[in-house]
């Protein structure tokens, strides 16, 4: 199991923003799709946003597209993402994912078994109205 160092999350208002953070090891973090994935109660997983690392290419789930940013940092083997104009939609638990390459293709999909063993703890993000 990858280990993940996940950070960042809480609560905020409507309109407000949140960044996200995702340590791993240098081995793990070269050449590899990481990303955050996100469940709201009753709903289904979904992509927030993916990054390959070796090239920085980006890819975002189509609800957060233009107000979420995902990036990278080299020297820590860190990936951000940072999340701005935030709506009470945006409320759930965010897990972040090294090695998932569904996050960094066109068509994204994520079973149970996925979800365990490539995804993170878990950050919560609450928005409120």
């Known amino acids: 199991q990858v280990q993940l160092v996940e950070s960042g999350g809480g609560s905020v208002q409507a309109g407000g923003s949140l960044k996200l953070s995702c340590a791993v090891s240098?081995?793990?973090?070269?050449?590899?799709?990481m990303g955050w994935f996100r469940q709201a109660p009753g709903k289904e997983r979904e992509r927030v946003a993916g990054i390959y690392t070796r090239d920085s290419t980006t890819y975002y789930g189509d609800s957060v597209k233009g107000r979420f940013t995902i990036s990278q940092d080299n020297a820590k083997n860190t990936v951000y993402l940072q999340m701005d104009s935030l709506k009470p939609e945006d409320t759930a638990m965010y897990y972040c994912?090294?090695?998932?390459?569904?996050?960094?293709?066109?068509?994204?999909?994520?079973?149970?078994?996925?979800?365990?063993?490539?995804g993170g703890q878990g950050t919560q993000v609450t928005v409120s109205s």
């Open positions: 240098m081995y793990t973090y070269l050449n590899n799709c």
């Open positions: 994912a090294a090695g998932f390459w569904p996050l960094c293709r066109p068509n994204f999909s994520i079973t149970d078994t996925d979800a365990k063993q490539y």
